[in-house]
């Protein structure tokens, strides 16, 4: 993938009727719920930053981090050098 191409990108997905219905939040908020789970998945996995995945999410850095708990993911499972990279990207 080009990394050195930074613009906006929008995906299509087709989610089924129930699945949807499973988020119990009204249609138009689908969206934003579907995007800060996948931010909060990748951030866990490490593939994210904590940044990038607020970003992904729509929301400001210190809203996304202080609702990591609310999707179980762990707040201080920072390596040392993570920590410090995390620190430079804020």
């Known amino acids: 993938m080009n990394t050195e191409v930074v613009r906006?990108?929008?995906i299509t997905l087709e989610i089924p009727g129930?699945?949807?219905?499973?988020?119990?939040?009204?249609?138009?908020e689908a969206g934003g719920v579907m995007r800060m789970a996948a931010a909060m998945k990748l951030y866990e996995l490490g593939q994210f930053s904590s940044g990038?995945?607020?970003r992904l999410a729509g929301?400001?850095?210190?809203v996304f981090l202080s609702r990591l708990g609310?999707?179980?993911?762990?707040?201080?499972?920072?390596?040392?050098?993570q920590l410090a990279r995390e620190a430079r990207l804020v």
């Open 70 to 81: 609310e999707y179980g993911v762990d707040t201080f499972r920072l390596t040392e050098e």
């Open 18 to 28: 129930e699945a949807l219905l499973g988020l119990r939040v009204p249609l138009e």
């Open 59 to 62: 929301v400001p850095s210190v």
């Open 8 to 10: 906006k990108r929008r």
């Open 52 to 54: 990038a995945a607020a």
